[in-house]
């Protein structure tokens, strides 16, 4: 009795420029003069190189499942194209990043995710009076839903990929990422929509992913005005490299004021002499100019100004500069440096804001941080050379108390300093100290308990009850992050 062995290898050299006719004098070649019995009955699976167009008996990276064919026998003694059972029904199934719905010929794809970070927070020395009224102005300690996003992602017609993201975090709504990406190659994307400036790696990095409960003090000049916008970005990279820039209106909203938008652009490039397992050295830099409406205000409806909050519950700025009259454009420059070795890590930036105002003299201020990483547990934190930023760690094994896995253990320290004070414009000083105690359960949930210390404030818009600078403020935060 002779059986039909599938061949391992490509079915050389047949394209399929003629899929069906092609598959078919190919089966009936292999299959010829081969007979078989229920018992011997043996099938051939096919699967078709999306861009070399071969035929393959075993599936692989960018392959297509065209059906199941079962040779000639004495019971099936003509070959149809019907014989070749197609699927055309989409994939669906659970993943990491949530659910995932795929086309038969994965041209197409849809996920949802999303992420859910709860929080909670309580300060110590809070007992503080505003500097101008003498009214209170201690923080607000308690619990919020800090973000609840529901995300909507995927991609059509292979090169296209989408993301719409709101958030409903705070018990509001709002639009975050809204924006639809061109591949022109591997090395090449264009983005349109709501979406972030090309500034800054601490901005560009997702909440998901950094190692602290809230932003560094340097967030106090690049958030306010270089965050998410209407824009156009172009992106170019490599595996230990990125170069992106773009042009942005304003947010999703306008102020509503009457007066024309205001604009910018953002253009930011990292570089990794050395990306490998456990081994990393980045170096990046970043611009950024963001003019004003022709009311010489935000068209988002933010007020012209910089500050900073402890948590995003508490109400308590300890530096800000007030609205700043005549503001017609602000100009940030960044500078950043990271590295890796093993389970240790170090990530710093420099930031310097440099804003033109009508009828007033130009104002420059500046903010630096310095954080440290140590995973306990022994992984390495991982890093994207194409976007020139740090992702969430991944646990080497995920929580299981029936196989004694506790996940992934971080200590993370910060040290930063934001000084807003220049040309009548006094919105303080101060330095901070933070450190975070992070557990990853799995790549998809993890808690962060988190303590900082905001120290040598001096100038700010509040001080002590009774008089004295606000000086050492002390914040308790926790966190539960669930991410998809």
Known sequence: MTTLTPPPH???????????????????????????????????ELYVDRET????????????????????????????????KVSTAPKIGMEKKGLVVTSANNDFSMNIGGRIHADSSTHLNDDLQKRSSGDPAEAVSGTELRRARLALRGSFNRDFSYNIEADWGGNSVSL??????????????????????????????????IMFNERSLLSALTLPHFDRAMGLNIKTMGD??????????????SSGDGADEGGGFGVRGSFAPINESG???HLGASYGLRKANDNNS?????TPRLRYETTNMSDLYLSDTGSIAGFEEIQLTGLEFAAMRGRFSAQAELGQASIKRDGGSDLSFNAHYLQLGWTLTGEARNYRGSDGEFKMLKPRNDFDLAQNHWGAWELALRLDELDLHDGGIDGGSQQRFSLNLNWYLNAN???????SRAYDVESGPVIQQGGGEADNVDIFSLRTQLAL
């Open 10 to 44: 490509p079915i050389p050299p047949r394209t399929l420029k003629r899929p069906l006719a092609t598959v078919i004098v190919t089966l009936a070649l292999l299959s010829a003069g081969a007979t078989a019995n229920a018992a011997d009955q043996v099938q051939l």
């Open 240 to 253: 230990n490299w990125s170069l992106k820039g773009g042009i942005y209106g304003d947010a999703v909203s």
């Open 53 to 84: 167009k071969q035929v393959f008996t075993e599936p692989g990276p960018n392959r297509i499942k065209l059906g199941t064919f079962e040779p000639a026998s004495e019971n099936n003694s003509s070959l149809n194209e019907d014989k070749l």
């Open 176 to 209: 975050k990422d809204v924006l639809v990406t061109y591949q022109a190659s591997p090395q090449l994307e264009i983005t349109v929509g709501n979406q972030k400036h090309s500034v800054s790696m601490e901005v560009e990095e997702s909440s998901n992913d």
């Open 279 to 281: 081994k990393l050295i």
């Open 298 to 302: 935000l068209s988002n409806g933010k």
């Open 445 to 451: 949930l993890r808690i962060l308990f988190g303590y």
